[in-house]
């Protein structure tokens, strides 16, 4: 019955590595979104997609990649991760790009050493 | 840049006594501000919303109030429950940006 779902919900990793974190939503929404939370719980918009189409690359290093199978998935893949990529990543959705009611997943807690 | 902001980091609070979160904001061009609320461990969840020709919008428990004249929106919870502890955050949202951009946050305490 969850809504969004992210997995794994803790990643540890050290820094050089490749990870990805997977999302899916089961709300039949058409936009989904990766936000990055930082220690100090800012919240800051880093992708989003529209049926499956890239809408918003907030100037996130080319090390993240996002990529969208269907509308229901949506994954992200960080490269050659660094220090400064731990963070809280939520994943989203929401019916409609940019819709004031989004809906997130429970985080995925990266740790990065 | 312009920017949404809060006012205070950590509001503590009696149980039973109301809440009233503030935020600053800077985009005058914004068309909806909105409050999420995020408990310890999850992700933020959606509250309540207000359009920018508003000034006033209530739900269960809370109100909105947008002040477009200084800039200023608030939060306010009646009888707050140890439930109501958590981090609030406002957002800002132009429809034609297709983004929400979240203030700072402020974490709500309650005490018994």
């Known amino acids: 019955d969850t809504a969004v779902s992210q997995t794994p919900k803790y990643l540890v990793t050290q820094m050089g590595n490749d990870k990805s974190i997977k999302c899916e939503q089961n709300?039949?929404?058409?936009?989904m979104y990766w936000y990055k939370q930082d220690s100090k719980k800012f919240l800051k918009i880093m992708f989003s997609?529209?049926?499956?189409?890239?809408?918003i690359n907030e100037t996130v290093p080319n090390r993240f990649s996002p990529k969208s199978p269907d509308k229901a998935h949506l994954n992200l893949h960080i490269n050659s991760l660094e220090l400064g990529d731990s963070a809280v990543y939520f994943c989203?959705?929401?019916?409609?790009?940019?819709?004031?009611?989004?809906?997130f997943g429970p985080g995925t807690r990266l740790t990065v050493t | 840049g312009e920017s949404v902001g809060l006012h205070l980091p950590t509001l503590s609070v009696q149980e039973g006594d109301n809440s009233i979160i503030n935020c600053a904001y800077s985009?005058?061009?914004?068309?909806?501000f909105i409050w999420y609320k995020q408990e310890s461990g999850k992700g933020p969840q959606f509250i309540i919303d207000?359009?920018?020709?508003?000034d006033k919008r209530q739900g269960q428990r809370v109100t909105v109030l947008l002040n477009k004249t200084v800039k200023h929106l608030s939060l306010q919870i009646a009888a707050t429950q140890p439930g109501d502890s958590a981090v609030y955050f406002c957002?800002?949202?132009?429809?034609?940006?297709?983004?929400?951009?979240f203030g700072g946050g402020t974490r709500v305490l309650v005490k018994p």
């Open positions: 985009n005058s061009a914004s068309d909806y």
């Open positions: 997609y529209n049926n499956k189409e890239l809408i």
């Open positions: 989203a959705s929401s019916q409609g790009q940019g819709a004031v009611e989004q809906y």
């Open positions: 709300l039949g929404h058409d936009t």
């Open positions: 207000i359009r920018s020709n508003m």
């Open positions: 957002a800002e949202n132009q429809a034609a940006g297709n983004k929400l951009t």
